[in-house]
């Protein structure tokens, strides 16, 4: 019966089967199928909506596994008969997504080869789904996988609901199971959520806005979903939502469901009611529950989109310790309340926000945040994206960089680079200083203006190495050294230490080195704790697993990268420890007793924003503090404020409130913590570099590496001279310590020293300041939703 090979032929003739095998195979092929699809047929149920109307709750814990949050997955519907679905909602759905609903079997090949055909001209799609296929979906299949297995049996379960169930109970049953965004389920929950009405009392307009949301509640609901992802901002889902609402509205009168007259009512969105809050996620739990949403829908790998977190039963294990978030906002909540007096002084205290972030440096978790007085009150999360500027807590990335990469050669430029010790590397920081260029031009602006340098305080220091130039925050010094180094490896170091791309501006001007760049408090204190970590850099994260029904769909993966060498970290680290034991220095007001502490301050220009990031070996964090307008009821431009005068204080510095709440949380978070030491600084491979209009003479180039160790021993103050005074010359900053001008500090308010934050004047025009050039209000935890 099966004659293969062919007995009676030859050669190549042997194997070609003849037309009967070729049949018979065939005909035993489709009867196989046919059998197989009549069992797979015969084995599905029709769906329930009514079972599918239960939906779970999304948990989210705490570090230690208790339980923080029930939330995302709220039984937010109610099912309703079809007499109360407005027509014109049935007739929106299939005008966007089904056009022949009613005369298809529940599976539409043609569909789906229109819908990829559309696709790939970029226009408006129907999805490629039946609308039989999206109610299977819905109500009968908990798996929302993309795998075969999945698609094959929602092909079968569709087929049986195409034959078995009467076309207007399909349609009762799509929509009423399907998601609406804000946690409604089904059409009578999102008429509620966001027209406060009935379904049966829905007009045209707001019909085809809730078929809007169908494609996607996160990138069409106009209040904004910018904690799954960025680009979902109010403005940007109002534009999508009223193109998709137009689009629908005329398909709907192309396929003669609307009369042209009507739709000409309809050309804005229908008003829509604000979010509601839910009372659960008050506080700090609130930032906690969207950052780690962020952090799991930007990071898992098996396609798990917003849309499927909405319908519930994920468990969210979270890398948030309930103790040090309750203790960070314990410590933010004291200085606010005895200093931010908005009552008494309204012109200066009110829209004042702190936020502030803390990271494991070994791990990069995220253990706590403070995102806000409240969640429910005030939404954005003031430890991720803000736009507030770094000021001086920039520099040391660019230290870093000149470490590491070293400084231009002034007559081989790239050819030539010299690489730098912080204690051998003198820099003028005299006040007003003239910017040049690494090759010794001036540098000038688009209008071809010159820039000269201010520090805080119009302190001048002359001769200053770049230790002590740290310790009381010159900015002159780091100015010019970022122009030595060269700006884009300033930036390459920031975003090897771990800040993002998107958070840095764009400009080259000299004041980038100054911090002019927005990154969140996450991103800061993620990078400082590269320097904690001595050079080992881990993406700050919030989320260790996600389980759903019983099994992992994600898990946290460490990928740990070398950004600096061991030398260049703990001489960082060792310069930062510095700024705060040394009596002189500006983080002097975020010492602990006992305590390593490596940490910077940070003032920017206006005074309209102020920081300080710190670490121990254990812990990094970053607190910003700042005055921000963004009450859009006001009518007025979202725009940051100065603070003279805020919290009845001169002028607000790193060195005041926010040093303060660092020092009081980090107190309290450390308990019981062991009282490590850092790494003692290794020698560097560096050479003595007199640059920015030193007075002193360069030394002869010998290019010969340190043999010992750059700085002094992290336990004791760094100014102290290295080596004795070289009776060649007369005033040696290296060698002879009294010849430079240090000050008695540096225009701080009281209590503690300024921390020179990015001010400058150019030569002829205050008006071209690149110190205000930059600022591109980016700064999120995950490149969207994030973290």
Known sequence: ??????????????????????????????????????????????????????????????????????????????????EQIPTEMQNAVISAENKTFWTDSGIDPMGIGRALFNMAKGGQTQGGSTITQQYVKNAALGDQSQTLSRKVKELFISIRVGTDVDKPDIMRGYLNTSYYGRGAYGIQAAARTYYGTNAKELNADQCAFLASLLKGATYFDPAGAEDIDPAATPAANKARATERMNWILDEMVKDNHLSAAERARYTELPEIEAPKKDAQLGGQVGYLVALAKSNFLNSNEEGIEADDLARG???????????????LAAAVKKVRDDNIKPDKRPKTDTFVQFGGASVDPKTGKIVAIYGGEDATKHFTNNADQTGAQVGSTFKPFVLAAAMRDGVLD??????????????????????????????????KNEEGKEWLQRNDGDESYKNINLREAMIHSANSPFVQLGMDVGIPKVREAAMDAGLLESSLSKSNVPSFSIGISDPSAIRMA????????????????????????????????DKPESAFTSAVASNVTDVLRDVVDDPEGTGKNARLPGRAVAGKTGTTDGNKSAWFVGYTPQLSTAIDMYRLDDNEKSGKKREFLEM?????????????????????????????????????????????????????????????????????????????????????????????WTCTTTGGGNGGTPGGTGDGGPSGDPSTSPSSSPATNGNNGNGGLFGGPSG
Request: glycine content about 10%; charged content about 20%; proline content about 10%.
């Open 313 to 327: 039963g994920y468990e969210i294990h979270t890398t948030f310790e309930k103790d040090k978030v309750n203790k």
């Open 644 to 736: 003279y005068g805020t919290g009845d204080q001169d002028k607000i510095h790193g060195a005041s409130f926010p040093s303060e709440i660092w020092q009081a949380y980090m107190s309290e978070a450390l308990k019981g913590y062991p009282k490590l030491t850092f790494p003692e600084p290794e020698p560097l491979d560096a050479e003595a570099y007199w640059g920015g209009g030193a007075s002193s003479p360069p030394p002869s180039p010998s290019n010969t590496p340190s043999s010992t160790p750059s700085s002094t021993p992290s336990g004791t103050p760094s100014g102290s001279p290295s080596g004795s005074p070289d009776p060649s010359q007369s005033c040696n900053p290296l060698k002879d």
């Open 410 to 443: 002034p007559e081989q430029g790239e050819a030539l680079r010299h690489k730098i010790d912080p204690d051998k590397t003198v820099y003028n920081g005299k006040n007003k200083l003239k910017i040049k260029n690494y090759d010794g031009t001036v540098w």
């Open 1 to 82: 019966m099966i004659d293969y090979p062919r007995h009676n032929k030859y050669g190549w003739r042997r194997w070609v089967p003849s037309w009967k095998l070729v049949t018979g195979l065939c005909l035993g092929f489709l009867g196989t199928l046919m059998a197989a699809s009549t069992i797979a047929y015969a084995m599905v149920d029709v769906p329930d909506p009514n079972k599918a109307a239960k939906a779970q709750n999304n948990v989210y814990y705490w570090d230690d596994g208790t339980q923080m949050a029930a939330t995302g997955g709220e039984i937010n519907r109610q099912i309703i008969p079809i």
């Open 526 to 557: 993620g990078s400082y704790a590269t320097f904690a970590a001595n050079g080992e850099q881990m993406d700050p994260f919030s989320v260790n697993k996600v389980d759903y029904e019983g099994r992992t769909v994600y898990e946290h993966k």
